[in-house]
């Protein structure tokens, strides 16, 4: 049972532009949101966070924002530049540490 | 320093032989876990240690042995495994906290191939 989902697969966006990375969860219990980023053959790297306290966090040019009653998480990415080419996850976790459960990711490809 | 170190790099090994994995921190984290992640598909948790003692393990088959012999480090002991078993394997490092959140760090894997 896939707790947090990412429908969409892959995402092409010119070199510049905003990212929009949609996460859905199903699991009410889960207060803290962690996006990733990962290249191939490579570890997930940490990019920003949220808990569920708040609606919004920013950090440089990336920004993400969590709606509790829909159960919806967006990551955005503006600009986009081409080194973000690379497959975002979506994870989530119940007191904030342990067991992380994450999306099945999607491709960004930024393209000039 | 946020670096989680995991060697070796990659590996490939029988289905009758034992092999380890390694994975090292030296960020005074107090929680670490193992991560297996297939082609295409999202990271899966296999164990969490907290304060070196085995909080979690995900119903993982017994062929898979965790070890945590102090703060630092975690190994991955891995006997007569079999090819569906080949995949890359993510160490990751967190704190431990009683309240508020904390982010985890994960290594570059092992890359492991089962024949």
């Known amino acids: 049972d896939q707790q947090v989902k990412q429908n969409s697969p892959s995402l092409s966006v010119q070199e510049g532009r905003i990212s929009i990375l949609n996460c859905d969860y199903t699991?009410?219990?889960?207060?803290?949101f962690l996006w990733y980023k990962k290249y191939p053959a490579e570890g997930p790297t940490f990019l920003i966070s949220?808990?569920?306290?708040?609606d919004k966090n920013e950090d440089g040019r990336f920004t993400v924002f969590l709606n509790k009653s829909a159960k919806h998480l967006s990551l955005h990415i503006v600009p986009s530049q081409p080194g973000d080419s690379a497959v975002y996850f979506c994870a989530a976790s119940e007191k904030g540490w342990g067991k992380l459960q994450f999306g099945a990711g999607t491709q960004v490809v930024v393209t000039p | 320093d946020t670096e989680v170190t995991q060697t070796p790099k990659h590996l490939v090994m029988g289905m009758t032989n034992k092999k380890s994995l390694k994975c090292e921190q030296h960020?005074?984290?107090?929680?670490m876990y193992w991560y297996k992640q297939k082609a295409k598909k999202p990271p899966e948790l296999m164990f969490v240690?907290?304060?070196?003692?085995?909080?979690i393990n995900e119903s993982v088959p017994s062929r898979f042995s965790p070890e945590c012999p102090n703060s630092s480090l975690l190994n991955l002991h891995l006997h007569a495994l079999q090819p569906e078993d080949s995949a890359l394997y993510l160490c990751?490092?967190?704190?431990?906290?009683?309240?508020?959140?904390?982010?985890?760090?994960f290594g570059q894997g092992t890359r492991l191939t089962v024949v």
């Open positions: 990751a490092s967190s704190q431990v906290v009683n309240r508020g959140n904390t982010e985890a760090f």
């Open positions: 240690y907290s304060y070196e003692k085995l909080s």
């Open positions: 949220i808990s569920s306290i708040k």
């Open positions: 699991n009410s219990m889960f207060d803290y």
């Open positions: 960020m005074g984290h107090r929680a």
